[in-house]
């Protein structure tokens, strides 16, 4: 979770996935709706890429193209585009210019990232220069709720993932 001072993102896979192929990348995907569901969020994923609806053309773009193939076609209910880049994803000035038919619309609150790389950088980008406060990494596609932390973390850092992982015990029961 990304917490900005007016926006609540999620990020994945930031921490274990370290190059998702297509199918990982749809597991990461429902399985981050999941976890937005569970904290009273309604999802809206986007599948980051370099690219944004074709405006590039490469290897790494097929795979999101599959991905979001493959999540449109498991979880229907699931609002999901990609590929797009971060800027039409969460800015709908720009989405209007590159993705106009984008069930997204720049309103994106879940980001799903190509690679392990790509995440982590974005999120201590986002951490330390917009200031949002990172809560996690919370570990997902478990049976219970398992949680990480960061060697450097602090003392608020451990009450907010006991805080998360708590919430999340409740959905479990």
Known sequence: FMALEKRLLLFADAVVTVNPNSHDLVDIAIDTAETA????ISPKIALL?????????HPFIDKIKEAVA????????LIVDGELQVDAALVPEVAKLKCPDSPIKGDAN???????????IAYKLVERLAKAKAIGPLLQGLKKPVNDLSRGCSAKDIVNATAF???ECNNYK
């Open 37 to 40: 569901k569970c904290f009273g």
């Open 110 to 120: 879940v980001l799903i990232f190509p690679d392990l790389q790509s995440a982590n």
């Open 165 to 167: 992982t708590a919430c």
């Open 70 to 77: 493959m999540i449109k076609y498991k979880r229907p209910d």
């Open 49 to 57: 890429s370099f690219s944004t609806k074709g405006s590039a053309d």
